[in-house]
């Protein structure tokens, strides 16, 4: 076997290992495939880096484009997320991105909520509704019972003036945040409750009808 002969197996198997490397890393960035971007805006990602999952139903469709700082202390930080074209059939002006993470201590990944019938269709560039991440919103409901336990056993009254008005505007940051949380939680549920509604009542969804109009039957 001639050295040209063994040079040329070698170059033609590296071309094929790095084509399949290619197209491997660009199915899994969704380079190859039809995508639309959407924005959302946080007021920490708590981590998140571009190039992390979008998730829609719990299904990878989508991948963290770029985060960009907001230009001034009071404004959010932007997430651009790019999507593949076939999730607009499911995701609406009212869907919401919430960040989550694999476990504990896993990655950082973005998931959207399904949208309602009632609401638009999204379009390149629009930007959806955010919501604080779940381990904020955990922390929060802990927060606010520590905050109830401090206020029952510590009256504000036995404090300094200064340390007073300073705990005072502590508690009221922190009332805050859980406030914000728990609005999230109360706008997600009855997102939820309207979908299972709509799919329950939908003719297309026979199966789903109460059981007294097939014993009418």
Do not use: C
Request: proline content about 5%; overall charge positive; cysteine-free.
């Amino acid at each position: 076997m001639s050295t040209a002969f063994r040079l040329g197996v070698f170059i033609v198997g590296t071309i094929l290992i790095l084509s399949a490397g290619i197209f491997l890393i660009g199915g899994k960035e969704f380079l190859f495939s039809s995508t639309y971007s959407l924005r959302a805006d946080f007021k920490n990602v708590g981590g998140l880096a571009d190039g992390a999952q979008v998730r829609v139903g719990g299904i990878p469709e989508g991948t963290v484009k770029h985060i960009a700082l907001p230009k001034r202390p009071g404004d959010q930080v932007t997430v651009e997320m790019n999507l593949q074209h076939a999730t607009q059939n499911v995701l609406k002006k009212d869907s919401v991105a919430t960040i989550k993470s694999e476990g504990l201590l896993g990655d950082k990944y973005v998931e959207i909520s399904f949208g309602s019938d009632q609401a638009g269709r999204l379009k390149n560039g629009d930007t959806i509704p955010s919501a604080p991440p779940i381990e904020k919103i955990v922390l929060a409901i802990w927060l606010s019972r520590q905050l109830a336990s401090f206020r029952a056993n510590v009256p504000l009254s036995t404090l300094s003036p200064r340390s007073s008005s300073a705990t005072s505007a502590d508690l009221g940051g922190i009332a805050a945040e859980i406030a914000a949380a728990s609005s999230a939680m109360r706008v997600l549920a009855s997102r939820a409750r309207l979908s299972a509604n709509s799919q329950i009542s939908s003719p297309r969804n026979p199966s789903l009808r109460p059981m007294s109009s097939n014993r009418s039957r």
